[in-house]
């Protein structure tokens, strides 16, 4: 659950104001006699640097201004599945393109046309958009990571902060006491969440993501030589500060000093934010160097120049009057490719439209006092990435507007018969992409957008 750290703490910071100037009052009556002025001056330091502490308290707020961990969501959930994408995650989108553009093959490549525009189609587009569509998944899996860490580190933080407050409130002679500071070892054994576990456990509940049932994924990023930032990142320990208030060795204590000591476990705290700051900025600085997936040329397809005239040509002829044969292969065929052309890559490209508008939606414009390499590096991720996919947008969007204007034009059948005819009528009953309600009333032929029969392939 996200804590407000100013409902949390403000109700304590009164408490701790209270505390410090009662007890401030009582050192005061313990020392030698002072002169008016010399108690004035003592005084206003005291007041100045309580102030001083409960102002440097309140700049921790900016944490509260941003839901990381439902930033982590809307790049991919735990649950997410490459072979079975179901959320609206743009890992899921990326995934369901990928499925939908895969499934092509099944009646476009296996034996349904022949010829150098169906080898181009294949080795210039379907070969590389899979691949890149599998580091487009790695890309997406590893910007949840960084946004659920940073999400993780947030909360830590505040609780860290409120547990400095309860402590520093203890010592002045109230409250019932702080617990066991974030990352602590209880005496059961079990921790407190601390900073020093916070990469390793995010990064444990992503890696099914794109886990054994992508193995094609992994032999795919193995080969090219891809580094996962943030993975490697989790791998390596945390080193983190004590935020404990020191002990003053003064009894009674003293309000001054424990302001002091609260003052400096606040620097420590700050240290761990600058530590796990730095790990986040690394993690996302592999990932967008040249040896990572962001940079990849493997991630960025490149116009395959296919033609409409690339459609032309089929390996088989049409079988004598195709109104009475069922299984005209010219018009199944080139319904198929209409119909490839016409929803399958288009909505495709949704999807991808979908994946984009995530990153573009992603800028987290808060914390930069806090996380601020963190910040800067995860923003520049997501621009990098929506650029990456706005431009699968494109050419996935070209590429169906090729097939749908060769489908559309195709003249060779009506040296068959009137199988051109036929083929007209049944691509103007297919509904346009995106029309859920008209595809729901809609009958398609058994064989439409399924993998061709052996007899087809052959």
Same mark, same amino acid.
């Given at each position: 659950?996200v ?5 949390e703490l403000?109700p304590l ?6 505390l ?7 050192n +005061?009556?313990q020392?030698?006699?002072?002169s008016?002025?010399?108690t004035?001056?003592v005084?206003?330091?005291f007041?100045s ?7 440097r308290?309140r700049?921790?707020?900016s944490?509260?201004?941003s839901d990381?961990?439902q930033?982590?969501?809307q790049?991919a +959930? ?6 079975s994408?179901v959320?609206f995650s ?7 393109a990928a499925?939908?553009?895969d ?9 349904s046309?022949?010829?150098e525009?169906a080898k181009a189609f ?7 958009? *899979?691949g890149?569509?599998?580091i487009?998944g790695?890309c997406a899996?590893?910007?949840?990571i ?8 947030v909360?830590v933080a505040?609780?860290?902060i ?5 402590? #520093? ?5 109230? %409250?019932?006491?702080p ?7 209880k005496?059961?054994g079990?921790?407190e969440?601390g ?10 509940l992503?890696?099914s993501v794109? %886990? ?5 994924g992994?032999v795919l ?5 891809l580094v996962s ?11 983190e500060?004590?935020? *404990?208030?020191?002990?003053s060795g003064?009894?009674?204590?003293v309000a001054?000093?424990?302001v002091h ?5 606040l620097?420590?705290l700050?240290?761990n934010?600058?530590g796990f700051d730095e ?26 120049? #296919?033609?409409?005239?690339a ?6 002829r ?12 010219v ?5 198929n490719?209409?119909?490839a052309g ?19 939606a ?5 914390m930069n ?10 923003n520049?991720?997501a621009?990098?990435f ?18 749908v ?5 195709y003249h060779?059948?009506d ?10 009528a049944k691509?103007r009953?297919?509904?346009p992409p995106g029309?859920?309600?008209a595809?729901?009333q809609?009958?398609p032929?058994d064989w439409?957008g399924?993998p ?7």
């Amino acid at each position: 659950m996200v804590m407000s750290l100013r409902g949390e703490l403000e109700p304590l910071l009164t408490e701790l104001g209270q505390l410090a100037e009662s007890l401030f009052k009582y050192n +005061i009556s313990q020392l030698p006699v002072l002169s008016l002025e010399q108690t004035q001056q003592v005084t206003s330091i005291f007041n100045s640097d309580l102030s001083s502490l409960v102002t440097r308290f309140r700049k921790y707020y900016s944490l509260d201004e941003s839901d990381l961990a439902q930033v982590a969501d809307q790049f991919a +959930i735990s649950s997410d599945r490459w072979m079975s994408p179901v959320s609206f995650s743009a890992f899921s989108c990326i995934a369901r393109a990928a499925k939908s553009v895969d499934d092509m093959r099944n009646y476009i490549y296996l034996g349904s046309w022949q010829g150098e525009g169906a080898k181009a189609f294949y080795s210039s587009f379907l070969v590389p958009f *899979g691949g890149a569509a599998l580091i487009h998944g790695q890309c997406a899996q590893e910007m949840a990571i960084a946004a659920k860490a940073l999400a993780d580190a947030v909360e830590v933080a505040k609780e860290s902060i409120v547990w400095i407050c309860k402590e #520093l409130i203890q010592f002045l002679g109230g %409250g019932d006491g702080p617990g066991l500071p974030p990352g602590e070892v209880k005496p059961d054994g079990t921790s407190e969440a601390g900073f020093i576990s916070i990469l390793a456990s995010v990064a444990s509940l992503y890696l099914s993501v794109l %886990g054994p049932e992508a193995a094609i994924g992994d032999v795919l990023l193995s080969a090219t030589g891809l580094v996962s930032g943030m993975l490697s990142e989790s791998k390596y320990p945390f080193t983190e500060q004590p935020i *404990g208030l020191a002990d003053s060795g003064v009894m009674p204590e003293v309000a001054s000093v424990l302001v002091h000591n609260a003052w400096t476990a606040l620097d420590g705290l700050d240290r761990n934010i600058a530590g796990f700051d730095e790990k986040i900025d690394q993690g996302l600085e592999t990932d967008l160097d040249k040896y990572g997936p962001f940079s990849s040329l493997s991630a960025r397809l490149q116009d395959p120049h #296919l033609q409409s005239s690339a459609y032309a040509q089929l390996n088989f002829r049409g079988f004598g009057n195709p109104v009475k044969d069922a299984n005209d292969a010219v018009v199944i065929n080139i319904v198929n490719l209409y119909y490839a052309g016409y929803r399958i890559l288009p909505e495709a490209a949704e999807e991808y439209g979908n994946a984009a508008a995530v990153c573009s939606a992603a800028h987290i414009g808060s914390m930069n006092h806090q996380f601020p390499r963190a910040v800067a590096k995860f923003n520049e991720a997501a621009q990098e990435f929506d650029k990456l996919l706005t431009t699968a947008v494109g050419e996935l969007t070209e590429s169906a507007a090729a097939i749908v204007k060769a489908a559309t034009t195709y003249h060779t059948a009506d040296e068959y018969g009137d199988e051109f005819t036929q083929i007209q009528a049944k691509i103007r009953d297919i509904p346009p992409p995106g029309s859920f309600a008209a595809q729901d009333q809609y009958t398609p032929p058994d064989w439409l957008g399924q993998p061709p029969p052996e007899w087809l392939s052959s």
